[in-house]
């Protein structure tokens, strides 16, 4: 089992940063690639961007490329979504998810392959 918990969101003007932050707990020996995901009202969840396990490879949506920008500090067990430039249709709950049985990076960008989701972080961009 792996518990996934972000923070950092909040209320922000358009043009404005945020960095959200995913830790991870419980099966933790290994590291695992982490995607974020957004669900806005109304809306299907859609994928945001993902982190290769090593940190190394990174893939975002073209809607948020050159904008948002995810790390990750192994040692911390923890995943980084940085957020700059913020538009008011980036308002969604945040989510971090992750499947321990995936060997495929790009799987990443799919949310019906995610077997651990954090409870999200709800990001406001006010305009």
């Known amino acids: 089992q792996v518990q996934l918990d972000e923070s950092g969101g909040g209320l922000v003007q358009a043009g404005g940063s945020l960095r959200l932050s995913c830790a991870a707990s419980?099966?933790?020996?290994?590291?695992?690639?982490m995607a974020w995901f957004r669900q806005a009202p109304g809306k299907e969840r859609e994928f945001v961007g993902a982190?290769?396990?090593?940190?190394?490879?990174?893939y975002y949506a073209d809607s948020v490329k050159g904008r948002f920008t995810s790390s990750r500090d192994n040692a911390k067990n923890t995943v980084y979504l940085q957020m700059n430039s913020l538009k008011p249709e980036d308002t969604a709950v945040y989510y971090c998810?992750?499947?321990?049985?995936?060997?495929?990076?790009?799987?990443?960008?799919?949310?019906?392959?995610?077997?651990?989701w954090g409870k999200g972080t709800l990001v406001t961009v006010s305009s």
């Open positions: 998810a992750t499947n321990t049985a995936l060997r495929s990076f790009t799987d990443y960008t799919q949310a019906s392959r995610m077997t651990y």
């Open positions: 982190i290769h396990w090593s940190g190394i490879n990174t």
């Open positions: 419980g099966r933790t020996s290994r590291t695992y690639s």
